[in-house]
């Protein structure tokens, strides 16, 4: 992840919408029948996407937008969110999760032009692969900041919104929420953190009209995740998928994210763990020779 900046942009790009095509007239009725009300288009859901700056996040936001949705997307980093927007025509926000006074600030901003029908929790990502006896205190409470208290400080401040007209939470895991490797500690037990924050936020909310909706994607191929983790050492992060035949792909892991949310409103979708073929566990990953 960029370097971040606690300054909230002052206001939300404006949105690049499509307006929506113009229902057809309908045939002439036969006579005496009723002329059945012609509805407009259905308004478009709106979502708010953290992490959306790169990686699944991004993917996320391009998917979305590809089906209609109305998208706010959120990151550090305002120059990549910028030329999301450019391509995408999503609206877009520069906040820094971390900061509790941002997240306010951020959610405060979005809602003034409107409701959010879901909120995908994506910012967060693993720093170092050291044994727990080399454990570097620092990294594991950033990783906590990012998997775990940006999650929560995102949820918690659009949850009442949608408590009272319905809507989404999702929050990207990992199949590190699920089980544990070798030097993984610290990355571990960061996702387990949010994937217990999810499953005890569906509990609390059982009868009411959100879907707390959990996506555990396991090795994905995205330009940022294994390099931020390996601090920019470019060798050490291509070898997390030397070899695999074919890692997933940040698209893949968005194609889960939005097929979760349009499923039908009494339908959720608790838990989505996701792997590519080659890959069976956490620790068993087929790899060619040629790798």
């Known amino acids: 992840m960029?370097?971040?900046s606690s300054s909230v942009s002052p206001a939300l790009s404006a949105s690049c919408l499509p307006t929506g095509s113009a229902v057809?007239?309908?045939s002439?009725?036969?006579a005496g029948a009723a002329v059945p009300a012609q509805a407009g288009p259905r308004p478009a859901r709106r979502a708010l996407v953290t992490g959306a700056s790169t990686g699944i996040g991004q993917a996320t936001v391009r998917l979305l937008r590809d089906h209609g949705w109305q998208v706010v997307a959120t990151a550090r980093r305002a120059e990549r969110l910028r030329s999301l927007a450019e391509q995408t025509g999503c609206q877009w926000l520069a906040a820094d999760l971390q900061v509790a006074a941002d997240v306010e600030a951020m959610a405060a901003q979005v809602l003034v032009d409107g409701p959010v029908d879901a909120v995908v929790n994506n910012a967060g990502g693993a720093l170092g692969a050291d044994p727990v006896t080399d454990a570097d205190d620092a990294e594991w409470l950033a990783m906590y900041e990012r998997n775990v208290l940006g999650a929560l400080r995102v949820t918690r401040a659009l949850l009442p919104g949608l408590r009272s007209r319905g809507g989404d939470v999702v929050f990207l895991t990992s199949t590190a929420a699920?089980?544990?490797y070798p030097g993984g500690a610290g990355y571990v037990a960061a996702k387990h953190a949010e994937r217990v924050v999810a499953n005890t936020l569906r509990l609390e909310l059982v009868g009411e009209p959100v879907r707390i909706i959990e996506i555990a994607p396991g090795m994905v191929a995205t330009e940022e995740f294994a390099l931020n983790r390996f601090h920019g050492d470019h060798e050490r992060a291509r070898a997390v998928y030397a070899g695999v035949e074919a890692p997933l792909t940040a698209r893949d892991v968005?194609?889960?994210?939005v097929w979760s949310l349009e499923r039908p409103a009494h339908?959720?979708?608790d838990s989505m763990i996701v792997r590519p073929r080659a890959q069976a566990s956490n620790t068993l990953v087929a790899r060619s020779s040629r790798g």
Do not use: F, G, R
């Not at 968005?254 to 994210?257: F, G, L, M, R």
């Open 2 to 4: 960029a370097s971040s």
């Open 24 to 26: 057809p007239p309908s």
């Open 28 to 30: 002439p009725s036969p």
């Open 178 to 180: 699920h089980d544990t």
């Open 254 to 257: 968005a194609e889960c994210v």
């Open 267 to 269: 339908v959720n979708i």
